[in-house]
């Protein structure tokens, strides 16, 4: 199997590279040693540096298992929490209810007429 790069627009590499930034920091704010992070989390640690150099190639469960042994876990539950656009898109696919339109009742005749 080759490794081959994962090509991202510009805008997806910065991400990549503050999320790996981010880890990093939260990783020595703990003063975690990179060898602690890669026992705990049983990776390699090329693997750890290339996560908080934000590399693309990672496989996300790895980003995940370093997630869980910094405690940041629950943050990856908000990804994606509150889709604005996506429910937005979503109400406008359902159905609309429509009514009948009324029955006009001929003029004189009352309800309680049979």
Do not use: H, W
């Not at 996300?60 to 990856?76: A, H, K």
């Amino acid at each position: 199997m080759t490794n081959r790069a994962t090509p991202l627009y510009p805008a997806s590499a910065k991400e990549m590279e503050a999320l790996g930034q981010r880890i990093r920091d939260a990783r020595l704010r703990r003063r975690f040693s990179m060898e602690t992070v890669c026992a705990r989390a049983n990776l390699s640690r090329p693997t750890l540096y290339k996560i908080e150099n934000g590399d693309p190639s990672v496989a996300v469960g790895f980003y995940i298992q370093v997630l869980r042994v910094l405690g940041l876990l629950g943050d990856l539950s908000l990804i994606a929490k509150e889709d604005a656009l996506g429910r937005r898109l979503q109400d406008e696919s359902l159905p609309q209810r429509r009514r009948a339109p009324r029955k006009k009742t001929p003029a004189g005749a009352s309800d309680g007429e049979a």
